[in-house]
């Protein structure tokens, strides 16, 4: 995802009634374990649940109890809430799981959205669109050309998401709680999300800088280390934070706009905010659509600043003569060339593929998310009814 902010929740202001402080405390190493046997296995049960609605009857119904089924309906389990008793590994296994499920799946398309957002390509790598992109990379290139750099992308996507997600859960319910107790708090979201996407970046820069000088026709790197080990020796380790201000400038917006989409698009599809992964797919795709058409000028820079782009070097140098600078650096003079080298339109190089990217990932990354949420609250629904049966005998 680009951007990861893809672990937007709210925070129920009505009463959570099914909080047990028994089952709050279950062990994150059988929650986890548990999580990989759902999310792995391909049961009865987890294809039940992924039916449109939580409050389905087969499998949320209430025991019968003769002394509590006045309490029955208040047992629902209060899916909008994640459960007190999930712990921070569960929720770092969940974002890594969704990080690295966004980013494998969609890599050779944005191999070819670094490619298309290139200000000075080579000939043999000017495309029409996307599908002639890939056709052509797999023609003369290989097969698996598109997916060069993607363990570099696995690797950082792995813990970057993870901590993402748990910073955002942690920090969100610390500042929600002395904020506004009890209650829905933008202030306390937007902070949270901002110091998520803080550490985001900081753990995915590098791994961005790496693949995306690996995904550049005619990348001269055989691999990842060879990559990482040359642009050490050449240019430094500040080159592997040369576009972090910039990434962070284009997170901003971004995940702003992200959020505020999805949130709306909930409001119209999904207005009960149950789980319904049809609406978690489409609201997503539709976020992400947008905030990525409105954020590329800011992604071709980075881009530029990533990659060190040759010929868009040359063409700088040969234009300010002797004293011009060996490197591209900061967002400021990545603007002034992207506009002296492409114009106005040079600014949206490579807009179509971004779309393609971004639309199926955080479609991706939504429904992972929230197939994780439902299923710990179901989870924990089901533990409290066993309690509740073994007390009552």
């Given at each position: 995802?680009e951007?990861?902010?893809?672990?937007?929740?709210?925070?129920?202001?009505?009463?959570?009634?099914?909080n047990?402080?028994g089952?709050?405390?279950?062990?994150?190493g059988?929650?986890?374990?548990w999580l990989?046997g759902?999310?792995w296995?391909?049961?009865?049960?987890?294809?039940?649940?992924?039916?449109p609605?939580?409050?389905?009857?087969?499998?949320?119904?209430?025991?019968?109890?003769?002394?509590?089924?006045?309490?029955d309906?208040s047992d629902?389990?209060?899916?909008?809430?994640l459960?007190?008793?999930a712990?921070?590994?569960?929720?770092?296994?969940a974002?890594?799981v969704?990080?690295i499920?966004?980013?494998?799946?969609?890599?050779?398309?944005?191999?070819v959205?670094?490619?298309?957002?290139?200000?000075?390509p080579?000939p043999?790598a000017?495309?029409?669109?996307?599908?002639d992109?890939?056709?052509?990379?797999?023609?003369?290139?290989?097969?698996?050309?598109?997916?060069?750099?993607l363990?570099?992308?696995?690797?950082?996507?792995?813990?970057?998401?993870a901590?993402?997600?748990?910073?955002y859960?942690?920090?969100?319910?610390?500042?929600?709680?002395?904020?506004?107790?009890?209650?829905?708090?933008?202030?306390?979201?937007g902070?949270?999300?901002?110091?998520?996407t803080?550490?985001?970046d900081a753990?995915m820069?590098p791994?961005?800088?790496?693949?995306?000088?690996?995904?550049?026709?005619?990348?001269?790197?055989?691999?990842?280390?060879?990559?990482?080990?040359?642009?050490?020796?050449?240019?430094?380790?500040?080159?592997?934070?040369?576009?972090?201000?910039?990434q962070?400038t284009?997170?901003?917006?971004?995940?702003?706009?992200?959020?505020?989409?999805?949130?709306y698009l909930?409001e119209?599809?999904?207005p009960?905010?149950?789980?319904?992964?049809?609406?978690?797919?489409?609201?997503?795709?539709?976020?992400g659509?947008?905030a990525?058409a409105?954020?590329t000028?800011?992604?071709?820079c980075?881009?530029l600043?990533n990659?060190?782009?040759s010929l868009?070097?040359?063409?700088?140098?040969s234009?300010?003569g002797?004293?011009?600078h060996?490197?591209?650096?900061?967002l400021?003079h990545a603007?002034?060339?992207?506009?002296?080298?492409?114009g106005?339109?040079?600014?949206?190089?490579?807009v179509?593929?971004?779309?393609?990217y971004?639309?199926?990932?955080?479609?991706?990354?939504?429904?992972?998310?929230?197939?994780?949420?439902?299923?710990?609250t179901?989870h924990?629904h089901?533990?409290?009814?066993?309690?509740?049966?073994?007390?009552?005998?």
């Open positions: 995802m951007a990861d902010g893809f672990v937007r929740r709210r925070r129920m202001t009505a009463e959570t009634t099914g047990d402080p089952v709050a405390g279950a062990s994150a059988a929650e986890v374990r990989g759902r999310f296995g391909v049961s009865e049960s987890i294809v039940g649940s992924l039916s609605r939580i409050g389905s009857e087969a499998e949320l119904q209430s025991v019968d109890f003769t002394s509590a089924a006045a309490q309906h629902e389990p209060d899916y909008e809430g459960p007190q008793g712990s921070t590994s569960t929720h770092m296994l974002g890594a969704a990080g499920m966004e980013h494998c799946i969609m890599f050779p398309v944005d191999c959205k670094t490619r298309m957002q290139s200000l000075q080579d043999a000017r495309y029409r669109n996307v599908m992109a890939l056709r052509r990379i797999v023609a003369t290139e290989g097969v698996m050309r598109p997916m060069r750099g363990n570099a992308t696995a690797l950082g996507a792995g813990p970057a998401h901590l993402y997600f748990a910073s859960e942690k920090l969100k319910k610390t500042l929600s709680d002395v904020i506004h107790p009890g209650a829905n708090s933008h202030l306390a979201n902070a949270a999300g901002c110091v998520a803080l550490l985001h753990v820069n791994a961005e800088v790496v693949k995306q000088r690996m995904q550049m026709y005619n990348s001269p790197y055989r691999g990842v280390l060879d990559c990482v080990r040359a642009v050490w020796h050449k240019e430094g380790a500040a080159a592997f934070y040369r576009s972090y201000t910039t962070l284009m997170n901003v917006p971004f995940q702003a706009l992200h959020f505020m989409t999805y949130e909930q119209l599809l999904n009960h905010r149950q789980y319904n992964p049809s609406s978690h797919m489409l609201s997503g795709a539709l976020a659509a947008i990525a409105a954020t000028p800011l992604d071709v980075k881009t600043l990659t060190q782009e868009a070097l040359s063409s700088v140098a234009g300010q002797q004293g011009a060996r490197h591209i650096t900061g400021a603007f002034r060339t992207v506009y002296r080298l492409g106005l339109q040079g600014f949206f190089k490579g179509q593929a971004r779309i393609i971004q639309m199926p990932s955080t479609a991706i990354s939504w429904s992972v998310y929230e197939f994780f949420k439902y299923g710990l179901k924990q089901e533990k409290r009814r066993s309690q509740q049966m073994e007390a009552e005998l």
